[in-house]
């Protein structure tokens, strides 16, 4: 019955994934890497993905989210820290008339820090975007996506696919956040390719905050325990990352900048519905 409501309410993807997961934890360690100091990165985050429907062509979507970044950077003031993050998306999808198109719209309200909620922590943004349905099996996204960093205003255009290729494979995503080809073995078993691009900044104290920038590209595998049970191992290779640290004084700002590029696992654990 879940599943069913779930699938109704959520025929079309914000995220351009084929699927929803209604509840996900995640488990990221970056291992060292000697090239770039030792450095050390563990993330713990927890998310759900809640559409509600307004009535038979729009939804009301909202996507909170908790992550906790550990950092460990020898020979800096990052020897051992602790980041949070605190997000809340909300926003509508819409189906533009009786035409192909949709709009979805999204506000993003964070507290990003080593204290949530402090007053300089908070962030806000939105993500504007239209699909264009060419066909039941294939989507085409365009759109923008702004958001207040702590460094100033960042806006950057996205474009995304949702393609079921055949019974086997589809290709969908949004960029540049997220890409993914996936290969469907059995009613159990997949396996793929994806590639992110995440970036945030997360404030230190009133004069310092810190930006993370990666860039992953994995593979993985999940496997369903049961049908909305998926469990999903993943590996790979962080390119380009790295910690910049911002420290403003007397108007003046002063960056200096770790590369930690390096190699990473990922474990995840979701209550997920395929559509």
Not at 16 to 45: D, G, P, W
Not at 138 to 157: A, T
Not at 204 to 224: P, V
């Amino acid at each position: 019955m879940l599943q069913c409501f779930v699938i109704i309410l959520f025929t079309i993807s914000l995220y351009s994934q084929s699927y929803v997961e209604a509840l996900q934890f995640k488990y990221t360690n970056a291992f060292q890497n000697q090239l770039y100091n030792n450095s050390v990165i563990s993330t713990f985050e927890i998310n759900s993905e809640l559409p509600i429907a307004i009535n038979k062509d729009s939804y009301l979507f909202l996507s909170p989210s908790y992550s906790n970044h550990q950092i460990k950077l020898d020979n800096t003031e990052l020897q051992l820290a602790t980041i949070h993050s605190l997000r809340l998306p909300i926003g509508v999808i819409t189906a533009i008339g009786n035409s192909k198109w949709s709009l979805t719209a999204l506000g993003i309200l964070s507290s990003n820090g080593m204290e949530l909620f402090k007053e300089n922590s908070f962030q806000f943004g939105t993500i504007l975007f239209t699909t264009f349905s060419k066909n039941p099996n294939k989507k085409i996204r365009l759109g923008v996506y702004v958001n207040k960093e702590f460094f100033g205003w960042f806006v950057i255009p996205v474009a995304g696919v949702n393609w079921q290729i055949n019974n086997s494979n589809a290709i969908f995503g949004l960029l540049p956040g997220r890409l993914t080809f996936e290969h469907k073995w059995n009613s159990k078993l997949y396996s793929g390719l994806t590639f992110r691009a995440p970036m945030n900044s997360y404030r230190i104290n009133d004069q310092r905050y810190i930006t993370l920038y990666d860039n992953q590209l994995s593979l993985f595998l999940d496997y369903y325990l049961t049908k909305p049970i998926c469990i999903t191992f993943e590996s790979g290779w962080g390119l380009f990352r790295k910690i910049r640290t911002s420290t403003i004084e007397n108007n003046i700002k002063t960056n200096e900048t770790n590369k930690i590029d390096g190699t990473f696992i990922r474990l995840c654990a979701a209550y997920r519905l395929k559509i």
